[in-house]
Nanobody
Framework: QVQLEESGGGLVQAGGSLRLSCAAS????????VYWYRQAPGKQRELVAS???????NTADSVKGRFTISRDDVKNTVSLQMTSLIPEDTAVYYC????????????WGQGTQVTVSS
């Protein structure tokens, strides 16, 4: 059984920073692409950042220059460093990963709440 667990969310003032982590556990062979999504109340889930197996990254225009995604394949974790946070960043943040085990499939974490106060 493979699980993803996010951590690091919380309440922060505008202009502050948070670092989210996504940790994979269980029986698997490798982690391929990893994606951070967020969903604000009443809005669709949106892709915030992604990182490939080789380490190449992409970030949404709305967070470009403020959010950085990185991965540690030894610890099987992916982090999302968020700086210069604004109230519009308030959302539940989800980790999604393509993981190779006995099958190849995507897994989701349970989400972590980020609230940015003005």
């Amino acid at each position: 059984q493979v699980q993803l667990e996010e951590s690091g969310g919380g309440l922060v003032q505008a202009g502050g920073s948070l670092r989210l982590s996504c940790a994979a556990s269980g029986n698997f062979i490798s982690i391929r692409g990893v994606y951070w999504y967020r969903q604000a109340p009443g809005k669709q889930r949106e892709l915030v950042a992604s990182i490939s197996t080789s380490g190449s990254t992409n970030t949404a225009d709305s967070v470009k220059g403020r959010f950085t995604i990185s991965r540690d394949d030894v610890k099987n974790t992916v982090s999302l460093q968020m700086t210069s946070l604004i109230p519009e960043d308030t959302a539940v943040y989800y980790c999604n990963a393509l993981i190779v085990s006995d099958i190849l499939r995507y897994y989701w974490g349970q989400g972590t709440q980020v609230t940015v106060s003005s």
